[in-house]
C-alpha cells in the first residue's frame, strides 16, 4: 500500500445560508476528519511532518488504531463511515464479485460484473449499491447521522472510500472524478476553479468551460 494513498477530509457544519459551501465555510462550530492510509503513527512527527503534527497536538490523535481488514482500503473506510466490522457493515472487500450489478465506470464504459471489478472510484460504489437496493451499507453511516440533524457535510479525497461517508449524496463532495450537487458544481465554475474531466458522467449536459 503506498504511504499516502487516501487522504479525505470532512466538514460539518449547521448555519442555513443559502450557499451550502458558504454555510460550512461561515459556521464556527466545524468538525473536521482526516484519515491517511497507509501511514504508521511513528511517521507524524514534528521532523518528517511539520505541518501534519502540529495538526493532531491541536486536535485529537488516535496512537492505537487497528485495521479491521489488513490493507484492504474499503472494508476499513466502510468501518471509520459506520462504526461497525465488515460483518455488519455490509462490504466486505476492494474487487468483489457481484454477478448481476450494471453499470459504467467514470469515464462512461461499461463494466462486466460477470467478472469481480476493482471499486476504483465513486461510480463503481453507486453501481453496487443500486444493486443491492440502496443497501450496500447494511446501518446507518456518520454523515447521515449528521445530516438528518441538519447538518451541512462535505466530503474531498480518494473517489472510492471517501465517497461511502456520502454514498447518498446528501452533502457536498468533490473528488478527483466528480463535484455534488450540480448547483456546487456550478459555483465552483464560475469561480473559476478546474473541475474533474470525468464530472459530464455523473451531469451530462454540464459544460466544462474552455480554459478547464
Request: charged residues 20%; proline residues 6%; negative net charge.
Amino acid at each position: 500500500m503506498c504511504l499516502l494513498c487516501l487522504t479525505f477530509l470532512m466538514i460539518a457544519a449547521a448555519l442555513p445560508v443559502p450557499s451550502l459551501a458558504a454555510s460550512v465555510m461561515a459556521s464556527k462550530d466545524r468538525v473536521i476528519i482526516l484519515i491517511i492510509d497507509g501511514i504508521r503513527p511513528d511517521m507524524v512527527n514534528d521532523q518528517d511532518t511539520p505541518n501534519l503534527a502540529a495538526f493532531g497536538k491541536a486536535g485529537v490523535v488516535f496512537t492505537d488504531s487497528h485495521a479491521v481488514y489488513p490493507t484492504v482500503t474499503m472494508m476499513n473506510s466502510q468501518a471509520l463511515a459506520t462504526g461497525h466490522y465488515p460483518d455488519r457493515a455490509g462490504l466486505y472487500g476492494n474487487i468483489p464479485w457481484v454477478p448481476g450489478a450494471s453499470g459504467t465506470d467514470v469515464k462512461g464504459r461499461a463494466l462486466d460484473y460477470r467478472q469481480p471489478v476493482d471499486i476504483d472510484s465513486w461510480i463503481e460504489v453507486s453501481n453496487l449499491d443500486k444493486h443491492y437496493g440502496g443497501k450496500l451499507l447494511l446501518v446507518k453511516h456518520l454523515f447521515a447521522a449528521a445530516q438528518e440533524k441538519g447538518l451541512v457535510t462535505y466530503t474531498s479525497g480518494k473517489s472510492d472510500p471517501a465517497f461511502l461517508f456520502d454514498l447518498k449524496m446528501r452533502g457536498l463532495i468533490v473528488d478527483e472524478n466528480m463535484i455534488s450537487p450540480l448547483s456546487f458544481a456550478n459555483e465552483l465554475k464560475e469561480a473559476g476553479f478546474s473541475l474533474p474531466a470525468n464530472i459530464r458522467t455523473l451531469w451530462p449536459d454540464f459544460q466544462l468551460s474552455s480554459t478547464n
